[in-house]
């Protein structure tokens, strides 16, 4: 999995749980809560939907990491190595 | 897993009540070891069921309705329930009613349903110069409901910096404190928001009883990995170094736990730490319950819900022993759309202080139950008529200490105590309010409180 695609499936679950936001202007490099509508619950969904579809736990601490697409991306990656995706 | 297995539970949830069991399903999808402690062999708490007539014939005591029909923001009411449960909300089937209900007070009457409309119009027709007020007012009502926090500020003026009408201002408060007034006297501007919003605005539903709803909830928390232990009442929380470490239950059994959630209430929770907190409420219920071998409407019955009041300049105190039926709550149970006809229960409700009844002397205490529900279907029958000819094939009438002894609730409680705790915290690190005294009302209050609590104070903290 590249960092482009981590990106994109972030961005797909985001889609699902806040269907009204505007994603298509979100820069990768700023936190999502200062651009979209999104408050810490949202983000515990994001959480709840990476590990549904995805199988990847994201333990309580590293819930920080989800901040931005860039960071997310970063977090991801290796993940996704480690499940040999 | 046993309960006394000896690695500490990752969450124990006091309760399985509405609050309990939203609460366990939102822990379980973030934790491994999650209990839902319940003292009684059912669940639902305030509001659970019971077999009369026979194995078949269910009566939900409480279930009038179910708020939040439609959903308006995906922060709140239904749809923050159902996605924080990883449910939908048709897997409950909730029915929407087949008539509007209806508020009355002598020489007012409005009509509510589940498009917001109805009530709009039924305010501009009777209190045409009403009306703007009353739409800022339902704007302002979205705004201070998503708020997790008390207001202070006194329900009545509030409603007045809106309205200038004295019987406009009673009518629109009779159903908010009839639904989920824990006090007397007036409640909190936001939690009267939360409530006209949930009910008045957003609409109601009925699900055919509230077994199927619990059970539902009961199979999504095991689906999770929950555990259940029912017929357990918890005797005492121990603390120590300003946490609770375990949980003791009557019968000797140490649950022990990192987080601690309660719906027991505010100051039930105190005792069971050896604290005192919150101020015990007062507010419970009578209520008759009739079942009838047919349809509601054959009796002329044409609301789904119905507040009465009898007097426009009533006051919201229960007036020591007499009956309280200046304030009187209908429900037509069968009065939703129900695929097949559902059991005609009608009840009639009317607030009582448990201080008002004593089981000291049976006879004693079945005759004051037969001369509140007399008194009770005496003006009933003013405003249905036809309801005086018809014989119900059961009644069954219960009083505050009926829910007193069914739900541990002292005083039999049914909103819970005089003071909420709101952001859910108590003076214990890892030990958390939920349901009715964290300011969770009702079916879906309770729900909600459950999911935000377990959200904010448990999941994303670092609580534990
Ligand atoms: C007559 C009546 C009608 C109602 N009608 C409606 C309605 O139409 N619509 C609506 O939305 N709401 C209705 N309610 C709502 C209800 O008032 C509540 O707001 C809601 O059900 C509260 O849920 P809860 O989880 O906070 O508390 P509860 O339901 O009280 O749950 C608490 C649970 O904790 C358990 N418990 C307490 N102490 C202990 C202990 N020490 N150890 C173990 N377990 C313990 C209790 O047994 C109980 O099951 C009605 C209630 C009544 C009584």
């Known amino acids: ?85 | 897993m046993s309960a006394e297995s000896p690695q500490p539970w990752d969450v124990v949830i006091i309760g399985g009540g509405l609050s309990g069991l939203a609460a366990g399903i939102r822990c379980a999808q973030f934790f491994k070891r999650v209990v839902i402690v319940e003292a009684h062999s059912k669940l639902g708490g305030l509001n659970s069921y019971y077999h009369k007539l026979d194995r078949r014939h269910l009566f939900s005591n409480g279930l009038h309705t179910v708020t939040n029909f439609r959903p308006t923001s995906r922060r709140w009411g239904r749809d923050l329930v159902m996605r924080n449960l990883g449910m939908s909300w048709d897997e409950f089937e909730i029915r929407p009613p087949r008539y509007p209900s209806r508020i009355s007070l002598p020489g007012v009457t409005l009509a509510f349903d589940n498009d917001p409309r109805v009530l709009e119009e039924s305010v501009a027709a009777r209190f045409p110069s009403e009306i703007d007020g009353f739409r800022r007012l339902c704007a302002v009502v979205e705004k201070e409901s998503v708020v997790l926090q008390a207001s202070h500020a006194d329900c009545f003026e509030f409603l007045r910096s809106f309205i200038a009408s004295p019987e406009l201002v009673a009518a629109l408060a009779l159903p908010i404190l009839c639904y989920g007034a824990h006090q007397e006297g007036t409640i909190d501007s936001r939690l009267f928001s939360i409530l006209f919003r949930s009910l008045l605005i957003e609409g109601c539903g009925s699900p055919v009883d509230i077994k199927s709803m619990l059970d539902r909830l009961q199979t999504r928390f095991r689906s999770l990995g929950g555990e259940l232990l029912t017929r357990s009442p918890i005797a005492s929380l121990t603390v120590d170094g300003g946490r609770v470490r375990a949980a003791t239950l009557a019968d000797g059994r140490v649950i022990e736990g990192v987080r601690f959630l309660s719906s027991a209430g505010l100051s039930e929770t105190g005792k069971l730490c050896g604290s005192q907190w919150g101020k015990p409420g007062t507010i419970s219920v009578f209520q008759w319950i009739g079942a009838y071998d047919r349809p509601l409407e054959q009796f002329g019955i044409r609301d789904t819900l119905h507040f009465a009041a009898s007097r426009v300049d009533y006051t919201w105190r229960i007036p020591g022993d007499r009956v309280f039926s200046d304030l009187i709550t209908y429900s037509a149970n069968d009065n939703y759309a129900f695929p097949q006809p559902g059991h005609a229960h009608f009840k009639i409700s009317c607030f009582s202080h448990a201080s008002e009844w004593s089981l000291a002397d049976r006879d004693a205490y079945a005759a004051q139950k037969r001369r509140y529900a007399d008194e009770l279907l005496r003006i009933t029958y003013g405003y249905y008529p036809e309801l005086s000819q018809a014989r119900p094939l059961v009644e069954d009438l219960f009083s505050p200490l009926t829910v007193e002894r069914y739900t541990h609730h002292p005083g039999g409680t049914i909103y819970g105590g005089a003071e909420k705790t709101w952001d859910g915290r108590t003076a214990l690190q890892n030990l958390f309010i939920i349901g009715n005294d964290q300011g969770g009302v009702g079916i879906m209050g309770a729900m909600t409180s459950g999911v935000l609590v377990s959200n904010l104070q448990v999941i994303l903290s670092k609580a534990g």
């Open chain 1, 1 to 85: 999995m590249t960092k482009d695609e981590c990106k994109k499936l972030v961005l797909d679950i985001i889609a699902d749980i806040a269907p009204d936001e505007d994603l298509s202007n979100v820069k990768p490099d700023v936190r999502l809560r200062d651009q979209l509508q999104l408050d810490s619950m949202d983000f515990l969904d994001i959480v709840m939907e990476l590990r549904k579809r995805h199988g990847i736990e994201v333990p309580e601490a590293d819930y920080l990491k989800l901040a931005s697409l860039d960071s997310s991306a970063e977090y991801l990656v290796p993940k996704f190595a480690a499940l040999g995706k």
